[in-house]
């Protein structure tokens, strides 16, 4: 089948490349970026795309897809349908299922499932045996069955001795450690400590259990010299931690989620359970810090953390009510409503943050735009202005603080592995 895109704004900064141009792809190849001549264009299926951008398909590496265990929240499938609607043709998969992936023979089920799906699938393996921080899980046999990374996500490894032996091992292999960063002493708590928590009468989370976590973790990568990433930093010392860091030549990276910039801690004043997560929503002066690391290039990620709940548990009251949203479907547009519209990134900023730098971070190849490549790609349109619909979402859970929120820019489609998702359909090409 042939489809041509025409007249795209072909953007990717991996490559150097902006320009405008037509683009043609026949059985999920791309066999001519250009002007597309009528010979070529016979039979074709055209979608004419008024200068909207194309890009390297997006790519998020913190997504939870419950499977196995919990089929009632979300599964490999519905959670791929999700990417797909939301611009993303790539995702890593975290480890806290049940059974954790913690042995290859988890990370074949979860890629069989992922098999015939548009979106590329990445297992995350456990650092420890059931993320019990215990005893290190089998990091070769994982290594092997094709994990691109280790965490206990959800927690952070759990003592000094098992993250030192965890950094020496994924080493090995060249892989990064994803921690969870929260000091389990201090966990527990329903929001963030402060004035707001003190006057909601919530139970406190205070943002130094995250910092001591993070600056633990950087000084053990830096004396093992192994490889750290940060998931969903969220405070504004943690921000400084990381920066310094860098500076030093720490092999440190980072991600931040679409909630973590666009909340701050005033959203928990409704108690909507939607407005509880881990690490929690913020202070403003957190958001700035974030947005000006997001600026200069501190944090080199954005990650949804995407977590379906089912409706009955997030239905209990604030204190019992479980951690996370689901963000697959929201975090384009969050990103290009609170940092593209507000001129806190550029387009080629953006991308980079979305779609190239998750892929370096997990030695993941980033798709290019050249004839004889396999086609893997994302439409935007920046301009377009939406509103959420949780009821319409692709994933198998609803539980979104940002229902009825006007957003500015989403994806049109996405196109991968001989398959394209647009108007709200799939289809071969």
């Given at each position: 089948m042939k489809i041509i895109l025409k007249n795209v704004r072909l953007l990717n900064p991996e490559q150097k490349l902006n320009q405008n141009s037509d683009l043609l792809i026949v059985d999920g190849v791309i066999t001519r970026i250009g002007t597309v001549a009528a010979g070529e264009a016979k039979d074709a299926r055209v979608f004419e795309l008024n200068?909207?951008?194309?890009?390297?398909?997006?790519?998020?590496?913190?997504?939870?897809?419950?499977?196995?265990?919990?089929?009632?929240?979300?599964?490999?499938?519905?959670?791929?349908?999700?990417?797909?609607?939301g611009g993303f043709t790539g995702l890593a998969c975290m480890p806290n299922t049940s059974p954790a992936i913690d042995s290859a023979e988890i990370v074949s089920f979860i890629k069989e499932k992922a098999r015939n799906h548009l979106v590329d699938v990445y297992p995350v393996g456990a650092v420890t045996m059931g993320r019990k921080g215990e005893a290190l899980s089998p990091m070769a046999e994982l290594s092997e069955a094709g994990v691109v990374a280790f965490s206990d996500d959800g927690c952070a490894v759990k003592n000094a001795k098992m993250l030192r032996l965890a950094f020496e091992y994924a080493s090995m292999y060249r892989l990064p450690i994803i921690e969870h960063c929260e000091d389990e002493s201090l966990e527990g708590g329903a929001m963030n400590e402060g004035v707001t928590s003190t006057f909601l009468g919530l139970p406190p989370m205070p943002s130094i259990a995250e910092d001591l976590v993070v600056m633990r973790d950087i000084m053990m990568a830096e004396y093992t010299g192994g490889k750290i990433h940060i998931a969903h930093i969220s405070t504004k010392n943690s921000v400084e931690i990381l920066r310094q860091a860098k500076k030093r030549g720490v092999n440190v990276t980072s991600e931040v989620t679409p909630h973590h910039f666009s909340l701050t801690e005033e959203a928990l004043k409704t108690y909507d359970t939607n407005t509880k997560m881990n690490p929690p929503l913020r202070t403003r002066q957190d958001v700035e810090a974030i947005l000006e690391g997001l600026k200069d290039g501190t944090i080199d990620a954005i990650a949804s953390d995407h977590a379906p709940h089912s409706i009955e548990e997030k239905e209990?009251?604030?204190?019992?009510?479980?951690?996370?949203?689901?963000?697959?479907?929201?975090?384009?547009?969050?990103?290009?409503?609170e940092l593209l519209s507000k001129k806190i990134l550029n387009m080629e900023e953006l991308v980079e943050k979305m779609a190239i730098n998750p892929r370096k971070i997990l030695n993941i190849p980033v798709p290019k735009f050249a004839e004889g490549e396999i086609a893997n790609l994302t439409i935007i349109d920046p301009e377009v202005v939406w509103t959420v619909d949780v009821k319409a979402f692709k994933s198998r859970s609803k539980n979104s603080p940002f229902d009825k929120r006007l957003l500015t820019g989403k994806a049109l489609g996405v196109i991968n592995r001989g398959k394209m998702f647009f108007d709200d359909k799939f289809f071969a090409i």
């Open positions: 200068n909207k951008y194309v890009v390297p398909g997006l790519f998020d590496m913190h997504v939870h897809l419950r499977e196995p265990g919990r089929e009632d929240e979300e599964t490999v499938v519905t959670g791929c349908n999700s990417a797909s609607a209990m009251e604030f204190i019992y009510a479980p951690n996370g949203i689901v963000g697959l479907e929201t975090e384009l547009g969050l990103a290009l409503s």
